[in-house]
C-alpha cells in the first residue's frame, strides 16, 4: 500500500538566487514576516541577476564556477605596488632571491630591487652575475634592473675582461670603479659606451685611464652629476674641459691629486656647471687664482670649496671677486698650505661669505691676529676651525673669536706657540665644544687642562620654571677628541681630572709628555703607525676608545705616591672670569707623515714630521 504523499511547501519563485551572499546575510528571507524592501534598496533588476536562472533558484554553471582571483592566496591578491613597499624592506638579499622563488607575481616585483644594486663583493658572486647576464634567453631583462654597480672590493684583481659582461649594463646610474688599477681604457670605456643614464661615475685610484675614457664619458653621459678622478694623473686637461662642455649638470667635483689640469679646464667647469655644490682640487698644483676667482663668482650654489696644496692661489683669488654679491650657500672652504694667502684674503672671504661653517687656514703661516677677528664675524655660523701652525695668533683674538662664535665644536690651534693659559681657558667655556687641538702649544699648563674639565662645574646652565622658578643644571662635558701632544708642562694630575670630568672623551693624545712616558701605560696606548722611527715609538703616547676607558680606571687605582690623583696638587685657582674655550673638529697628525681626516686617526709626531698636519675634511 503506496504511503500518503507528504504536503511540500509552495515554491517561493519571487525570491532569486544570489551567487554571493551578502556579508550581513541576505535581507531578503522567503519569510512571510519579513521586512518589505525599503523604497531605496536595488531591485532584483539591478542586482545583476542571471536571466537563465531556473524558477526555483538552482545557479548555472556559469554562477557555480569559483573566479580565478578566488583561489589566489590573500599575499597573491595584494597590489603590486603593495608587494613592491613590503620588499623594498627587506635588507639580505638573500631574502629578496626567496621571494623571487615564491611566485611568477613575486618574482615580477621583486626581481627590480635584487638587481637594483648587484653584490660584486667576491668573485664567485661576480661570476654568477655575469653567467646570468649573458644567457641569450633570460626570463627577465636583468641587464636593465641593474642601477648601481660598485667593484671596489675587487679592486685588487680587477680587470678589463672582469667587466666584459657587464659592458650591457646600459642602464646604470652609479658606477664605482675605485682603485681598480687593471682597468684600463678598454675596460672603463666599454662601460660608459651607451649609458647615457649614468649620475655618477668613481674611477678614483684607476691610474691607467687616460683622456679616451673620458671623451667616452663627454658622448656619452651628458646627465653626469658627480665625477671622481682623484690619482688619475694620465687625463689629459683638454678631454676635462670636453667633459665640462657635455656634462652640463655636474654637481659633484673631486679632482684630488691630479697634478697635471690647468687653470682653463676647472674655468670651463666654473662657466659651463652653474650647479655645482662641491669642488675638490686637493694638490692641484697648476692651479691658480682664476679659476678660483671663477668657481666663486659663477657657482650659483656652491657650498664646498677645497683647495688644499694649491700653492699658486694667492690674495687675488678673492680680492677679485666684486663687492656687489655675496655667496651665501658657500658652507666650508679649505685653503690648507696656500701659503701666500694674508689677512686681506680672509678678511675678502669673510664679507663675501658670510655663512661660512667650516674654515681651514692650516699652514697659512702669514695670517695673524687680523684674520681672527674677522672670522669672529661669522658668529654662530662658525662651527669648525682650523688654524694649525697659524703662529702669530695670540690670546687677545683667540678671546675674542670665543665672545663672538659661542657655538664652535671643533677647533685646531695646533704649533700656535703664542697661546698661553688665557686662551683655553676662554675655550673652555664653549657649550658645544667636541675637539680641541693644542699640539705643541708649550706654554700652556695643568691650568689649561683644569679649565677643560672643570668648565661645566663653573658655569652651569639655568632654567626656568613654568611656575618662575630658577633651575641650576650641571651639564656632562661635551669633549670627545683632546690633543696635547708636546705640551711638555702637563702633569698627571690635571689629566686625571680631565679624564674623570670627560666622560665623553674617546681620543686623547699626549706624545712626547714626559709624566706619560711611563710603562705601566703602554698596555692602554695606541699602537705607533708602521712607518714611524725608533725614537718617534719612543715617544708615541696616543689612547683611543677602549684605552681611554681602561687609562682611567688604571689612574684611579694609583696611589698618589705611584702616580695617582694627589689633591694636595690640585691647586688650580677658580677664576671667575667669563671663560671660552674653542675646539677643534680634525686633529692634527703631529707625527705621522699621512694625511689623516677629522674623523678617523690621529698621530702626534716629533718637531721632524711637523709639517704632516691631518687633513681636515668634513663629514
Known amino acids: ?3 500518503p504523499v507528504p504536503i511540500m511547501a509552495p515554491l517561493e519563485t519571487e ?3 544570489r551567487g554571493t551572499p551578502d556579508a550581513e546575510g541576505d535581507s531578503q528571507s522567503s519569510s512571510s514576516n519579513s521586512p518589505a524592501r525599503a523604497d531605496y534598496e536595488e531591485s532584483d533588476f539591478y542586482a545583476g541577476n542571471n536571466d537563465s536562472q531556473s524558477s526555483i533558484g538552482v545557479p548555472t554553471f556559469q554562477d557555480m564556477a569559483v573566479s580565478e582571483e578566488s583561489c589566489l592566496a590573500a599575499s597573491n591578491r595584494l597590489p603590486a605596488e603593495v608587494l613592491i613597499g613590503i620588499f623594498s624592506k627587506l635588507s639580505s638579499p638573500q631574502d629578496l632571491l626567496n621571494c623571487m622563488r615564491v611566485s611568477k607575481r613575486w618574482a615580477r616585483n621583486s626581481v627590480d630591487l635584487l638587481w637594483h644594486r648587484p653584490a660584486c663583493v667576491t668573485w664567485n658572486k661576480h661570476s654568477s652575475i655575469c653567467s646570468t647576464l649573458i644567457k641569450t634567453h633570460p626570463y627577465f631583462a636583468y641587464r636593465d634592473f641593474i642601477k648601481r654597480l660598485n667593484l671596489a672590493q675587487l679592486s685588487d684583481s680587477c680587470s678589463d675582461g672582469s667587466v666584459l659582461a657587464l659592458q650591457y649594463c646600459n642602464r646604470i646610474e652609479r658606477l664605482t670603479l675605485t682603485n681598480c688599477n687593471g682597468l684600463t681604457d678598454s675596460g672603463v670605456s666599454g662601460l660608459l659606451d651607451g649609458s647615457n643614464h649614468l649620475l655618477a661615475l668613481d674611477i678614483s685610484g684607476v691610474t691607467e685611464v687616460t683622456e679616451i675614457s673620458m671623451y667616452a664619458l663627454a658622448d656619452n653621459c651628458h646627465r653626469l652629476q658627480g665625477l671622481n678622478i682623484s690619482g688619475c694623473t694620465k687625463i689629459s686637461n683638454q678631454s676635462m674641459t670636453a667633459v665640462a662642455n657635455s656634462c652640463r649638470f655636474i654637481k659633484r667635483l673631486k679632482l684630488n691629486d691630479c697634478e697635471q689640469l690647468e687653470d682653463s679646464s676647472i674655468i670651463a667647469f666654473a662657466e659651463n656647471c652653474p650647479n655645482i655644490l662641491e669642488i675638490d682640487l686637493h694638490s692641484c698644483k697648476l692651479i691658480g687664482n682664476e679659476p678660483v676667482t671663477a668657481l666663486v663668482s659663477h657657482g650659483q650654489t656652491l657650498r664646498e670649496l677645497r683647495l688644499a696644496n694649491c700653492e699658486l692661489i694667492s690674495d687675488s683669488a678673492f680680492l677679485n671677486l666684486g663687492n656687489e654679491k655675496t655667496f651665501e650657500h658657500l658652507r666650508i672652504l679649505d685653503l690648507t698650505s696656500c701659503a701666500r694667502l694674508t689677512d686681506r684674503a680672509v678678511e675678502k ?12 687656514f692650516a699652514k697659512c703661516r702669514n695670517l695673524t691676529d687680523l684674520s681672527v677677528h674677522a672670522i669672529s664675524k661669522l658668529g654662530k655660523n662658525l662651527h669648525y676651525l682650523h688654524l694649525g701652525h697659524c703662529g702669530q695668533i695670540t690670546d687677545s683674538a683667540v678671546t675674542k673669536l670665543v665672545q663672538s662664535c659661542n657655538r664652535i665644536r671643533y677647533i685646531d690651534l695646533g704649533c700656535c706657540t703664542h697661546l698661553t693659559d688665557a686662551s683655553v681657558t676662554k675655550l673652555a667655556t664653549l657649550p658645544k665644544l667636541r675637539r680641541i687641538g693644542l699640539v705643541k702649544c708649550s706654554a700652556i699648563t695643568d691650568q689649561s687642562v683644569y679649565a677643560l674639565a672643570q668648565s661645566r662645574l663653573r658655569y652651569p646652565r639655568h632654567y626656568r620654571s613654568a611656575d618662575g622658578e630658577l633651575f641650576e643644571h650641571l651639564a656632562g662635558s661635551s669633549l670627545e677628541r683632546v690633543h696635547l ?7 698627571l694630575n690635571s689629566i686625571i681630572v680631565l679624564l674623570n670630568n670627560c666622560q665623553k672623551l674617546t681620543h686623547l693624545s699626549l706624545t712626547g709628555v714626559q709624566a706619560f712616558l711611563r710603562p705601566d701605560l703602554e698596555p692602554f696606548c ?3 703607525p708602521a712607518e714611524f722611527t725608533e725614537h718617534q715609538r719612543n715617544v708615541f703616547c696616543v689612547f683611543s676608545g677602549v684605552g681611554v676607558n681602561g ?10 705616591a705611584d702616580g695617582g690623583y694627589d689633591p694636595m696638587a690640585h691647586s688650580a ?5 667669563d671663560q671660552t674655550m674653542t675646539g677643534m673638529i680634525g686633529a692634527t697628525a703631529m707625527m705621522g ?5 677629522a674623523d678617523d686617526e690621529d698621530a702626534d709626531g716629533d718637531e721632524e714630521l711637523e709639517d704632516a698636519d691631518g687633513d681636515n675634511n668634513q663629514t
Not at 701632544?485 to 702633569?491: F, V
Not at 685657582?573 to 672670569?577: L, R
Request: charged share 25%.
Open 593 to 597: 707623515a699621512a694625511v689623516l681626516t
Open 485 to 491: 701632544s708636546y705640551c711638555t708642562n702637563l702633569t
Open 15 to 17: 525570491t532569486s538566487y
Open 551 to 560: 687609562l682611567r680606571h688604571h689612574l684611579n687605582s694609583l696611589e698618589p
Open 349 to 360: 672671504i669673510i664679507a663675501v661669505a658670510p655663512r661660512l661653517r667650516n674654515l681651514v
Open 573 to 577: 685657582d677658580d677664576d671667575d672670569d
Open 526 to 528: 695606541r699602537e705607533a
Open 1 to 3: 500500500m503506496r504511503a
